[in-house]
């Protein structure tokens, strides 16, 4: 790419009038950035997109009623202004009454691209984090009943709660995840049980969309979801990274 004139230049490279630089007015002030921590330093990790893996491990699929041999991976997403940092008090939410955890591994991309290869799909990845891709499971089975879109089951309000991200470069993580409610094991699984493993699922989705810098992948969750109640304490445990703890009032 040659030297950029100036900022509006910026702008327009891509072919896409992007709005938030420096020059643009607004009619009201921009929203906030979304963002998640890092662990080990103060600057945070901005986020564009929120994309999740529905059913990557087979005995999840089983307890949903599928065959987890016969499909190919499928995303679904959340809106970024979604998130919910560890440690947080949210409402239990309007529109449920069966409010469900799902631990899942995220993947927090450094760079992006389209039609990436999973042999080189690892090389995207800036960190990894612990999340809970939180889900009105009785709207999720109304949506699927009436062959309607998930969106309202799991793009919802404080619906994506993401431990601090650790940098790719301590490793990709392995080894156990957990949800505990009220400290009690609900889920109990091994990374290594994923369908598809990361790279895969890099690859599949690069395939759909250009994933960018700042996309967040939720990458599945393992057997044994279920509900919190108001009052309880939700914690994702992913060996090797920060947990991710959410309070509902
Ligand atoms: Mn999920």
Not at 158 to 166: D, L, P, T
Not at 215 to 228: E, H, M, R, S, Y
């Amino acid at each position: 790419m040659p030297p950029l004139a100036s900022a509006w230049d910026a702008v327009l490279y891509d072919g896409v009038l992007r709005k938030g630089t420096a020059m643009t007015a607004f009619v009201f002030p921009a929203p906030v950035q979304p963002s998640v921590a890092v662990a080990g330093q103060s600057a945070r990790f901005p986020v564009r997109r929120i994309f999740c893996v529905g059913r990557n491990y087979a005995e999840h699929a089983r307890e949903m009623g599928h065959d987890p041999s016969a499909e190919p991976p499928f995303f679904f997403t959340k809106p970024a202004d979604a998130l919910v940092a560890s440690g947080e008090h949210i409402a239990y939410p309007v529109g449920t009454l069966d409010f469900h955890h799902e631990a899942e591994l995220v993947v927090a991309l450094g760079s992006g691209g389209s039609d990436v290869p999973a042999a080189s799909a690892l090389a995207l990845i800036w960190g990894y984090a612990a999340g809970n891709d939180l889900t009105r499971r009785d709207v999720q089975s109304a949506a699927k009943a009436a062959r309607r879109p998930w969106d309202m089951s799991k793009g919802f309000d404080r619906s994506a709660v993401v431990g601090a991200i650790r940098s790719a470069q301590a490793g990709a993580p392995s080894g156990h995840i957990r949800c505990l409610v009220d400290g009690v094991v609900k889920q109990d699984a091994d990374l290594a049980e994923m369908i598809w493993p990361v790279a895969q699922i890099v690859s599949h989705l690069s395939r759909l969309v250009e994933l960018r810098q700042g996309d967040l992948i939720f990458t599945g969750t393992p057997a044994g979801v279920g509900p919190i109640a108001a009052g309880q304490t939700c914690e994702v445990q992913i060996n090797g990274l920060e947990p991710a703890v959410v309070h509902v009032t």
